[in-house]
Every structure is written in structure tokens, then in C-alpha cells.
């Protein structure tokens, strides 16, 4: 079966601390993982994908298949990262269908 | 330019009507996709477009919920007999060639079932 799952419905970080949302897959193959945000008032976005290796915004994940584990971290939170975090994962020839777990809230304080 | 749009943005009806969610995806995007969004919970796909045609039927929920497009274009996601369970977020969101990273989102309509 085909899961992604969020284990925390709601992070609360301090400005500046570091911050680690962690993702965790059920999935039978090689997915394709991703991040997406949802900020206030705003429509969720793309916010980085496994196979680019990329950091956006500050933010990092690695896929580690041992684990089945796609976790996003930042250094140092910043207020404005404060959003809805979804984890997605997509599988070969599924037409770009995404499974979504549950997102994460995180709130950084000042 | 434009993005993806959808309306009504907000829909409240009473159980058992039936009600019609429409998607004008981006232009030229050749793949449209729905989502549902019920409250606390993850986006859970629904049924995915390519062209006219749906391959991927597997997420909608009931015989209650169907859904077509005209060409590559506008998406209409019918619920008939609504229930209150069907309370949610509708999102859509189309790609150029039914690549997940391409995906863009529109605003969703949030529909109550009194």
C-alpha cells in the first residue's frame, strides 16, 4: 500500500532554532518524494523534490530509502516560515497522481 | 500569468442536493487532477485527467462523485445526493505532461454539507 505518513500535527519552533519535519513512506518501488507548503491565505506550492537535490527557502531533505524516510530540515527557522508542510509521493507510471499525508503545522516564534 | 482557478469558492448546500465544482485549469496544461481535503486530514487524490480521457478513476470515494473535461480544458467534479461526510476542500491541479513537480494548484472550493 501507498502511504506517506506525518507523524506531527504541529511543530513549534522558536526563531532561529533549527527545525526538522519528519516523513515517513509506505511504498512498494522507487517513489518520487516532495515537499509542498501551504502558506496563510495562499495556495499550496511545490516547495522542493527529492531528485533535485536542491535547498529552497533554507530547507534540505534527503531520501533515505533504508529508512523510508524523506524528513525536511532548516538551520534556522525564520517567522516567515511559519505554513502548513505536506509531505507527497509519487509512483512510476501513476500519471503524476500524489499521496499526501496528513501535514504538518509549523509556527516559529519570535 | 493566470493560474489555476476554481468556483464557486465557497459552496453550502443541503444534504442531498446535488452540487458541481468547476476547474479552469492553465492553458495548455494537458493534465488536470482533483483532490479532496476533508478538515485535519491530508489532500486525498480523487481522479486524474489526461486530455478528455481519465485514467486513474481509483480515488473517487462513492458512485456519487463523477467528473469530466472538455477537451484540455474546463473540469466539472459532480457530487449527486451530497452527504454530510462530503464536507471538505476540493482542490484541482494541472501539469503539463502529468509530472507531480509540475503541478500547480488552485485556491479549492471549500464545500459544506448541512
Known amino acids: 500500500a501507498q502511504r506517506v505518513t506525518q507523524p506531527e500535527k504541529l511543530l513549534s519552533v522558536f526563531k532561529g532554532a533549527p527545525v526538522e519535519l519528519k516523513c515517513n513512506y509506505s511504498y512498494s518501488g522507487s517513489p518520487e518524494l516532495f515537499w509542498y507548503v501551504q502558506y496563510s491565505r495562499q495556495r499550496l506550492q511545490l516547495l522542493l523534490r527529492?531528485?533535485s537535490r536542491e535547498s529552497i527557502k533554507g530547507f534540505t531533505a534527503d531520501l533515505n530509502k533504508g529508512e523510508t524516510s524523506f524528513h525536511l530540515k532548516k538551520p534556522f527557522a525564520q517567522e516567515e516560515d511559519s505554513a502548513m508542510y505536506y509531505c507527497a509521493l509519487s509512483g512510476l507510471g501513476q500519471g503524476g497522481k500524489l499521496i499526501f499525508g496528513q501535514g504538518t503545522e509549523l509556527s516559529v516564534k519570535p | 500569468g493566470a493560474g489555476v482557478s476554481q468556483s464557486p469558492s465557497n459552496k453550502v448546500t443541503e444534504k442531498g442536493k446535488d452540487v458541481e465544482l468547476r476547474c479552469d485549469p492553465i492553458?495548455?496544461?494537458?493534465?488536470l487532477y482533483w483532490y479532496r481535503q476533508r478538515l485535519g486530514q491530508g489532500l486525498e487524490f480523487l481522479i486524474y485527467?489526461?486530455?478528455?480521457?481519465?485514467?486513474?478513476k481509483s480515488g473517487l470515494p462513492s458512485d456519487r462523485f463523477s467528473a469530466e473535461r472538455t477537451g484540455e480544458s474546463v473540469s466539472t467534479l459532480t457530487i449527486q445526493r451530497t452527504q454530510q461526510e462530503d464536507s471538505a476542500v476540493y482542490l484541482c491541479?494541472?501539469?503539463?505532461?502529468?509530472?507531480?513537480?509540475?503541478?500547480?494548484f488552485g485556491p479549492g472550493t471549500r464545500l459544506t454539507v448541512l
Open positions: 527529492h531528485i
Open positions: 485527467f489526461q486530455g478528455n480521457s481519465a485514467p486513474d
Open positions: 491541479a494541472s501539469s503539463t505532461a502529468g509530472r507531480p513537480d509540475t503541478q500547480y
Open positions: 492553458s495548455g496544461h494537458t493534465a
